[in-house]
């Protein structure tokens, strides 16, 4: 489904990923781990399109998503729920979600993609009138990921969806993007609560300083002696 072929990428001059390669099977959840600057939100930027790649390749079902403008890309079945969620806190929750079904596409199913979403986040439902931004912290979280889905994505990125959530929303947030995966949407999951992360993937890769260090199917990872001593304090 999505291959990402030696990627490079930066900021004027400063590299910040290094000929970096992954890739995301069909109905497959993986998860990237790594510290602080390790250059994993930039590589979620590449692939959703929002930042260009200096070199290398983002394949999406045999689509090279770096040869298309940046507004097509979600019209190619990606969406993206961007670290510190970026809800428009003073438009109505119903109006937020909307902003997510912008392309044709979606936008042809609308309602009924809001319904199933209504579904997975009954709060949004109930709070549908009001303002986005009087939410708590962790029903912001479900409206980024519910926005998401407008779009009708085949993949859903998310950048470290647990930050600054109280452990209970959290385990709550993961079981929920546990029933997405399983309605066929695959994930590519940035995050750095890495127990959980590893307990909701199939695969995990570990980007250290612009470089893939490490990779594996995530069950082995947990017992992984490097992540246990550098991600999981133990």
Known sequence: MLEVNAVQAGYGGAQVLWDVSLRVGDGEIVTILGPNGAGKTTLVNVVAGIHPATAGQVVLDGVDLTRIKPHEVGEHGVAVVPEGRRIFPDMSVFDNLEVGAYHKKARAHA???????????????????????????????????????MARPSLLLLDEPSLGLAPIIVQ?????????????????????????????????????????NLEGKASELLDDERLRKAYLGL
């Open 111 to 149: 309602d009924e993609t809001r319904e199933r979403v209504y579904e997975i986040f009954p709060i949004l439902k109930d709070r549908s009138r009001q303002a986005a931004g009087s939410l708590s912290g962790g029903e912001q979280q479900m409206l980024a990921v519910g926005r998401a889905l």
């Open 172 to 212: 709550e947030l993961f079981a929920v993007l546990g029933e997405i995966n399983k309605s066929g949407v695959s994930i590519l999951l940035v995050e750095q609560n890495a127990v959980d992360a590893l307990d909701l993937a199939a695969r995990a890769y570990v980007l250290e300083e612009g470089r893939i």
